[in-house]
Every structure is written in C-alpha cells, then in structure tokens.
C-alpha cells in the first residue's frame, strides 16, 4: 500500500509493481501478489482500472 499511496493515480501492472520494489519477477511470486490485490479491490482499497491493472481508490 506505501507505494500505492506515495504514487497515487499511477496505475500498476502486477510485474512492474514487483519490478519496482525489487521482489522476484517469477510467475509463482506474481500470482501471490495478484491474489492479495485482488482482496485489497474487494476490500476497496484500490481499484483495478483495466485487467491487470491497480491503482490506489480515489
């Protein structure tokens, strides 16, 4: 969420977002990842503009 609200209106795809932070690019890795954002758009969070795409709610 920290880089979510530091870039607010910027939209992220799952791989970039890992690129970013540094975290491995595989596809195990991004799947986790994908999932927890998912819970985050349903919690209302964030919200997913395009498939495969987030960005913090505004």
């Given at each position: 969420m920290?880089?979510?609200?530091?870039?607010s209106?910027?939209?992220?795809?799952?791989?970039?977002?890992?690129?970013?932070?540094g975290l491995p690019?595989?596809?195990?890795?991004?799947?986790?990842t994908?999932?927890?954002?998912?819970r985050?758009v349903?919690?209302?969070?964030?919200?997913?503009?395009?498939?495969?795409?987030?960005?913090?709610r505004?």
């Amino acid at each position: 969420m920290t880089t979510f609200n530091e870039h607010s209106g910027k939209v992220f795809r799952v791989r970039d977002l890992h690129e970013h932070l540094g975290l491995p690019t595989d596809e195990p890795s991004i799947n986790v990842t994908r999932s927890r954002l998912g819970r985050l758009v349903r919690q209302g969070l964030l919200e997913q503009p395009g498939r495969g795409q987030y960005q913090k709610r505004t």
